[in-house]
């Protein structure tokens, strides 16, 4: 059975994540936290997953509201009238896959705690269930849209730009185009029928699966293009000439933006945000949003954000709300072109890579890896894995949660001595490895 990972529980739709499954998961929900709005991308399972869900929070007794097909954001924004929130997403993976995320009132998805404690319930026998007429009822909400647009449309005001916007056929079908309409903005949707076949694309809003996105923008003479995944979650953009601004060079422009005092980042995030905020303290926490929105409340930061493409800006939302970035995007374009901004920010030379290693061989390697590691001389931080800060660079070792490999990152601001750590740590791994 699967159980959460960084981004609740995922895996294949009826195989993995099955109706059994989601009904479980609905009737712990409603007898631990009582009220529960259930919401969905468009994939194929989405509907029946949603049922067993609700079908269990109603069975403990509690009420169950039906948000429909919604964005991730708009689900977690939704949640805070009720105990806590249920989207059934797979986010940005394929379309065979389905999943769960759970979400707080204040828009945080559940931490590490709470999701202990719905597998705890999930290996126990079934709680004792009301008498007939005493189960939960269910109602809609099919408001939580327009809530979602009016709150940003409050924050962040007017921009006209001509924008293309890919939402990849997936949640944001239902608000990222109405939204920028609204805020005055000539619109061309690309990829916007939801679908949960996913055809325009693979709904990951990597550069290789932009391309079409890119030369619309070139054709319509567009000031930006926006591309999100297939909850919503995540966003990235192109700029007028249909290039690419992924994550790192994102989230250096917000911070750029949202910070005056704190930010919170994962520790596989870039040194350019150091240099870009030398007067704000930088939180590292270990990959993951969940890790960031905690961090970020806990700390009272500015902004957080992933080079995955997912933005937290928490005076809006503890949840990464790819919509809210996408009009704060706009916003800044409207005052300067993208291009000119991310001229602005520096590039690193980082260079990547990973070694295959013996599973079950993994705590030997670990310990010879981390002794190997430690002496190299630089300040080690074990958050998630090994991240080592140097003077002039920084790298990262972690094993892969997916498959048996370690994965190799360094930074420095010198492509000489960028080789020279990743050289240190890749010997290192290698070492530990044989």
């Not at 890896?369 to 074990?382: F, Q, Y």
């Amino acid at each position: 059975m699967p159980r959460f990972g960084s981004s609740g529980i995922r895996g294949l739709g009826n195989v993995d994540v099955t109706p059994e499954l989601a009904l479980h998961v609905g009737m712990i929900l409603g007898e631990i936290y009582g009220s529960t709005i259930v919401g969905r991308d468009p994939r194929v399972t989405g509907p029946m997953l949603v049922q067993a869900i609700t079908a269990g929070v109603l069975s403990s007794g509690a009420p169950a509201i039906d948000a429909g097909l919604v964005s991730t954001p708009t689900l977690a924004r939704g949640a805070r009238e009720f105990a806590c929130g249920a989207v059934v997403t797979a986010s940005h993976n394929p379309a065979p896959y389905n999943g769960i995320k759970l979400w707080n009132p204040d828009g945080m998805a559940f931490d590490e705690d709470q999701q202990r404690e719905i597998e705890e319930a999930l290996d126990r026998a079934g709680p004792a269930v009301p008498s007939w007429d005493h189960v939960g009822s269910v109602s809609s909400r099919p408001d939580l849209v327009e809530q979602h647009v009016e709150a940003i449309l409050k924050d962040l005001g007017a921009a006209k730009l001509r924008v293309v916007v890919d939402c990849a056929c997936g949640a944001t079908a239902t608000i990222t185009p109405f939204l920028l309409r609204q805020m005055g903005c000539d619109v061309i949707a690309i990829n916007a029928q939801a679908d949960g076949h996913f055809p325009g694309r693979d709904p990951e809003p990597l550069e290789e699966n932009l391309a079409v996105l890119s030369s619309t923008v070139r054709a319509v003479h567009a000031d930006l293009g926006i591309a999100h995944d297939g909850d919503g979650d995540r966003m990235v953009a192109v700029d007028r000439e249909g290039r690419f601004v992924g994550g790192d060079t994102l989230l250096a422009l917000f911070a750029r933006e949202e910070v005056r005092r704190g930010l919170v980042v994962p520790v596989d995030a870039s040194m350019v945000l150091d240099d870009l905020l030398p007067k704000a303290t930088i939180w590292r926490t270990r990959v993951g949003d969940v890790y960031v929105a905690a961090e970020l409340k806990r700390r009272g930061a500015d902004f957080g954000g992933e080079p995955s493409g997912t933005w937290i800006f928490p005076k809006a939302t503890l949840c990464p709300d790819g919509v809210y970035a996408a009009a704060r995007l706009v916003t800044m374009v409207a005052a300067r072109p993208l291009d000119a901004m991310v001229n602005e920010i520096p590039r690193y030379p980082v260079l990547r890579g990973s070694v295959a290693y013996d599973p079950s061989k993994r705590k030997a390697i670990e310990s010879r890896l981390d002794a190997s590691l430690r002496a190299l001389g630089g300040r080690v931080s074990t958050v998630d894995g090994w991240r080592l800060q140097f003077a002039d660079g920084w790298s990262l070792v972690r094993f892969s949660g997916t498959e048996p490999k370690i994965r190799l990152t360094a930074e420095s601001r010198d492509a000489t001595r960028a080789n020279e750590i990743y050289s240190a740590v890749l010997s290192s791994a290698k070492g530990a490895t044989e």
